[in-house]
């Protein structure tokens, strides 16, 4: 209930802020609403930005738990994304079901390799893994955008983009979800994500290797002497991490654009962070958490062409401040202490 | 005599380079030694450099830009402080929403002032400065390793990340002394951002900083928390940088480096510092307790 309401300070607070822009913090907020649920195409983008939310969720929350800040999903996402559509355009002779699989293995490797280097220089080395997984983000960013306009660039593109994978990668065929949403990046993917989540609770918490996990994260000594080895279970936690945030290929590369686009997530694993502590790390709380993150982020793209001093990246102010409003519980304990001494 | 001038312009580049890195990290000495984890210093950098740049444009000096980049760091480090001494928000998570807030405001408010949500206005060359802010951050690294260790109020800082129970026993307030340390992180990591606007280019840029707020914390930790080995690891990160501008375009056995190769050197050789030396490096003790 606390995290609701931190939620709606931090929202309002921001919309607060919009008078300072000449503009009616009501209008403002009824922008957002339309044009995040507006129609079944913005509602068809509001759940394509929901999808990879629910994975970068659950990558950081899994760090979370195992008490390490996961901040490189991005750098993890990037890995994958710019793997998977590597092996689309690179094997194009793969046939279907085996295709797309493989792609995505693949992206996932890549993504959980990305991971399990910060997990194993922070277990093994005791390095900073804020820090490490912030320069890893850079690095993968380097990395792919050397990648993608060296290695496979679209030729038919002035856009920095990779080419498009073949056709059998893509689930398009099959997708129900994209049938719902016509003209949208919505997928299957969703479904996907939705069931990795409840997959995710039931690691956590009827797990042996989930207990341990949390074990670790909760009380590092107490899990020490109980023989859990705290090295083993960092370096899982941070390569599982970079695993689901790797799923951003399924529902990017395989799911909808059919390439890596440099670029193409708006801070996906930054947001990730909001997502996961709005949830308090619970998966099937960090699905409902992403559609809402996922709504102010479609919501605010809107505010370019409906206000004329207010841009997308205000959405930024508002998970900002819905994130210090849900951190900053120690206000309900200042607020009390003050009126007595009042 | 060529590979003399090359010598020269290299180690030129890498203390003018090292300038807002030394800024910053003496930023998140000040903060983390008083028990503050710090990793809004990318925010009150971008926050430096922003004010900085307008203000500089403003008034046609860099001063004056100076002057309010240290006002608006004075702020948000103390908003900071609020949050995470007060309010006793989670320090980590508080520090990446600063950074997150920023990245949003600056939009916002360059929007309203120049409707863009680019760059502010450049300023003219007899504007910028030309050598002040590396001669200062290397006096404020000399001035903060005498206060630091030499002064009762440089050890109230340091009783502060070690043993704030001792402080309290002795009649300082903790709390006081570890506003004043947040406060002035901000203060000295938005000098860092004003170095980039007003003395290694001429005005904002979105994103300038470009994770040198981390590389500052880095250095930090690679320094051992210690001013002057703090100092060194800056112009390490600085000089691979500049090594970095220097390799672009430049070919090797007739293939050309890829230029994002290049690029990423610079936090390659963060991770390797991290991982590599840290070793018997310890934090202090109260450092991220509440």
Redesign the interface.
């Known amino acids: 209930m606390k995290r609701v309401f931190g939620f709606l300070l931090g929202l309002t607070l921001a919309l607060l802020l919009t008078l300072f822009a000449g503009e009616n913090p009501w209008n403002v907020f009824m922008i957002l609403v339309r044009s995040a649920f507006g129609s079944i195409y913005d509602l068809g983008l509001t759940l394509s930005y929901t999808t990879p939310l629910i994975f970068c969720g659950l990558s950081v929350a899994i760090g979370f738990h195992a008490g390490l800040f996961n901040i490189g999903a991005e750098g993890q996402l990037t890995m994958a994304v710019v793997t998977t559509a590597a092996i689309g355009v690179l094997f194009p002779q793969i046939p279907f079901p085996l295709a797309p699989v493989i792609a995505l293995l693949a992206g996932l490797v890549a993504a959980g390799l990305w991971g399990w280097i910060a997990g194993w220089l922070r277990a093994v080395r005791g390095s900073h893994e804020v820090i490490i997984t912030i320069m890893m983000n850079f690095i993968a960013a380097g990395l792919a955008s050397w990648f993608t306009l060296k290695i496979i660039p679209n030729p038919e593109s002035q856009n920095p983009e990779t080419a498009m994978v073949a056709p059998q990668y893509m689930f398009k065929d099959y997708d129900l979800i994209a049938r719902l949403f016509p003209d949208t990046p919505a997928n299957a993917s969703l479904g996907f994500a939705i069931v990795l989540a409840v997959l995710m609770w039931i690691f956590l918490w009827k797990t042996t290797w989930g207990f341990e996990l949390r074990a670790v994260g909760s009380n590092p000594e107490a899990a020490h002497r109980a023989g859990i080895s705290e090295k083993k279970v960092r370096i899982l936690a941070m390569t599982l991490a970079g695993v689901m945030a790797g799923f951003v290929a399924l529902s990017e590369v395989l799911g909808s654009a059919g390439q890596y686009r440099i670029g193409f997530s708006p801070d996906y694993g930054f947001i990730g962070i909001a997502v996961a502590l709005l949830a308090s790390n619970n998966p099937l709380g960090i699905i409902v958490a992403a559609f809402l993150m996922g709504a102010l982020h479609k919501g605010a793209s809107d505010l370019d062409l409906e206000t004329t001093t207010i841009t997308r990246d205000f959405s930024r102010i508002i998970q900002a401040l819905v994130i210090l409003g849900v951190v900053a519980q120690g206000y309900w304990e200042w607020i009390k202490i003050k009126r007595r001494k009042g | 005599m060529e590979t003399m001038t090359w010598i020269l312009a290299l180690t030129l580049a890498t203390l003018r380079l090292a300038t807002p890195l030394v800024f910053a990290s003496m930023g998140g000495l000040m903060s983390e030694r008083s028990g503050v984890v710090n990793?809004a210093l990318e925010g009150f950098m971008l926050i430096g450099a922003f004010a900085g740049a307008i203000a500089g444009q403003y008034f046609a000096s860099a001063w004056m830009g100076w002057g309010f980049a240290i006002l608006a760091g004075l702020v948000i480090g103390a908003l900071y402080a609020l949050?995470v001494i007060?309010?006793?928000?989670?320090q980590?998570?508080?520090g990446?929403?600063?950074n997150?807030?920023v990245?949003?405001?600056i939009?916002?408010v360059t929007?309203?002032l120049y409707?863009s949500?680019g760059s502010t206005p450049a300023l003219l060359v007899e504007d910028r400065f030309t050598f002040e802010p590396l001669l200062m951050a290397g006096l404020l690294v000399a001035a903060i390793s005498l206060w630091m260790f030499r002064t009762r109020s440089g050890l109230w800082v340091l009783f502060a990340g070690e043993n704030p129970e001792a402080l309290t026993a002795s009649g300082v307030s903790v709390r006081k002394v570890r506003w004043s340390a947040v406060t002035l992180s901000g203060a000295f990591a938005a000098m860092g951002g004003a170095s980039l606007s007003l003395f290694l280019a001429s005005s904002y840029s979105p994103m300038m900083t470009?994770?040198r707020g981390?590389?500052a914390?880095?250095a930090l930790?690679f320094g051992k928390w210690k001013p002057v080995p703090a100092f060194a690891a800056c112009l390490l990160f600085a000089f691979a940088d500049a090594v970095q501008i220097r390799l672009q375009g430049v070919q090797i056995g007739g293939v050309e480096v890829?230029?994002?190769?290049v690029?990423?050197l610079p936090?390659?050789v963060?991770?390797i510092a991290?991982?590599?030396f840290?070793g018997k490096s310890r934090a202090p003790k109260a450092l991220g307790h509440q």
């Open positions: 990793v949050f007060e309010l006793k928000a989670d980590i998570i508080t990446m929403a600063v997150l807030f990245m949003g405001f939009p916002f929007k309203i409707s949500t470009g994770g981390f590389m914390l880095a930790i890829p230029v994002q190769f690029q990423i936090y390659i963060t991770v991290l991982a590599g840290i």
